[in-house]
Nanobody, 120 residues
Framework: QVQLEESGGGLVQAGGSLRLSCVAS????????MNWYRQAPGKERELVASISSAFITKYVGAVKGRFTISRDNPKRTVYLQMDSLKPEDTAVYYCNAVAVPAVEARLEFWGQGTLVTVSS
């Protein structure tokens, strides 16, 4: 199995910045896509940002221009740089990794989540 370990969450004032990190360990296969999800209280989990193996990035509209996802393949790490944070960004952020090691095989892994709290 692949294990994902997140770090970087915390408390920050509106307008501040945080950088989340997620390190993948284990597994013989490479990771195709890496994603960041978040879940706010009383809301459904949503996909915030994605980065493919070709380094193509996508963002949910609410964070465009403020968040930046990146990956370091040798370190098997994905980052989420969050700038100009808003109170509505408050949520538990989850790292997600998708691997396709074989035909008709898709594996998905999740981190434990890290809490980001943005105060007014």
């Amino acid at each position: 199995q692949v294990q994902l370990e997140e770090s970087g969450g915390g408390l920050v004032q509106a307008g501040g910045s945080l950088r989340l990190s997620c390190v993948a360990s284990g597994g013989r296969f490479s990771i195709n896509d890496m994603n960041w999800y978040r879940q706010a209280p009383g809301k459904e989990r949503e996909l915030v940002a994605s980065i493919s193996s070709a380094f193509i990035t996508k963002y949910v509209g609410a964070v465009k221009g403020r968040f930046t996802i990146s990956r370091d393949n040798p370190k098997r790490t994905v980052y989420l740089q969050m700038d100009s944070l808003k109170p509505e960004d408050t949520a538990v952020y989850y790292c997600n990794a998708v691997a396709v090691p074989a035909v008709e095989a898709r594996l998905e892994f999740w981190g434990q989540g890290t809490l980001v709290t943005v105060s007014s």
